[in-house]
């Protein structure tokens, strides 16, 4: 099969972008089929998200061709102009996009040509699609999209609801496309370790941005007695907002912020970290929560959001609405529990994650295309 991946979220050399999508092409590749990419990059949303503007051209990275488009405005183009002339949606079985800026660059495509198409739903379309600052265009491009899709993925059990709650019309085409954890993350064994006694070591993975929640996290932790040491992996705006407000809690001395760090980096963290906090809103799923459970953490997770339905409360997780006092609660709850009960939740973390990998989520897309 040869497939169109329509998406800005795929990176092309050591981009700082979630690899979620780039396991899916490789499993797919390692099948024998044949993916390129069309990056639709809108600079103003690339200079939002902080990212490098990538020079628009054709890339080629371990045999996957990248079309990196580049466009002042979502409305007024031709994205033929920009390809090659030999460009053509015939020459692909199927097309896939993620995001809603693939998605809008799907139906410029599908304008003049038609094709077998997938369209894939994240919490950013969610918010698209309820937010009135996106009503006058956007909302409608995404909707035309869902449409015009042949079926539509969801990237969780949560973003599913969602979606046909909103548009009910589309129900019997949607499915569920979970992301998968890399196969080299996966221990073979769990942690014999039990919390450290001296210090608790805590951690979180996320751009450090409002809707991660992270001063919720600093918050709380200046209200418990346990020593701790918070180890916050990302950057982004809030991180000197961050710093000021650990300094304010005299607390400074427990956090250490390490900026962005490769993957490795982030994993060997992982694995020295006792409970693992991620508490943002609108997540799309969150695929370090799976290399977290891997590494043998305890995981709080906001309910309701995100990974919910693959983390179930109180047996592999701990769920928790965002708010101070109730995950100082959470907290306390978890130092206070018995190592016995810790080590079963954890066990069964561990063995949530290792029936998540990339390959079995690149199967069960495929399966629902074909």
Not at 25 to 53: A, F
Not at 280 to 292: D, I, P, R
Not at 320 to 344: G, S
């Amino acid at each position: 099969m040869k497939i169109l991946f329509v998406t800005d979220l795929y990176p092309i050399g050591e981009e700082n972008i979630s690899k979620a999508l780039y396991y899916f092409v490789r499993e797919w590749q390692k099948e024998g089929h044949e993916v390129d990419i069309l990056r639709s990059n809108y600079i103003i949303n690339t200079i939002i998200r902080g990212r490098k503007i990538q020079k628009e051209k054709i890339y080629y990275e371990n045999g996957t061709k990248i079309y990196n488009l580049n466009f002042h405005t979502p409305f007024l183009f031709n994205v033929y102009n920009k390809l090659p002339k030999d460009f053509s949606l015939k020459n692909y079985d199927v097309m896939i996009s993620h995001m809603p800026s693939g998605a809008l660059m799907a139906n410029k495509l599908l304008k003049k040509e038609k094709i077998k198409y997938i369209c894939s739903v994240h919490a950013s379309d969610i918010v698209v699609l309820k937010n009135i600052k996106y009503s006058i265009y956007f909302r409608q491009q995404l909707k035309k999209a869902y449409m015009q899709a042949d079926k539509v993925s969801a990237r969780s059990y949560v973003l599913q609801t969602k979606i046909e709650e909103i548009m009910p019309e589309i129900q019997d085409k949607t499915f569920v496309a979970f992301s998968g954890l890399d196969n080299e993350f996966i221990q073979n064994e769990q942690s014999p370790k039990y919390f450290n006694q001296e210090e608790l070591q805590i951690s979180t993975v996320s751009s450090l941005i409002n809707r991660k929640n992270t001063d919720i996290i600093i918050k709380a932790l200046s209200m418990i007695s346990n020593k701790f040491h918070l180890t916050v992996m990302g950057d982004g705006i809030q991180k000197k907002r961050l710093e000021k407000l650990a300094k304010k809690l005299n607390i400074e001395e427990k956090i250490t912020f390490t900026g962005v760090l490769p993957r490795n980096k982030v994993i060997d963290n992982l694995k020295k970290s006792d409970i693992f906090i991620l508490i943002s809103n609108n997540e799309t799923f969150g695929l370090v929560y799976l290399e977290a459970m891997a590494a043998g953490n305890i995981i709080i997770a906001k309910k309701n959001d995100g990974i919910d339905g693959i983390l179930k409360n109180e047996q592999n997780a701990f769920l928790i609405e965002p708010e101070i006092l109730e995950l100082k609660k959470c907290l306390e709850k978890i130092t206070a529990m018995k190592e016995t009960e810790i080590n079963i939740i954890k066990q069964n973390a561990a063995d949530t994650a290792k029936k998540l990998t990339s390959s079995m989520a690149a199967e069960n897309y495929l399966k629902n295309i074909q």
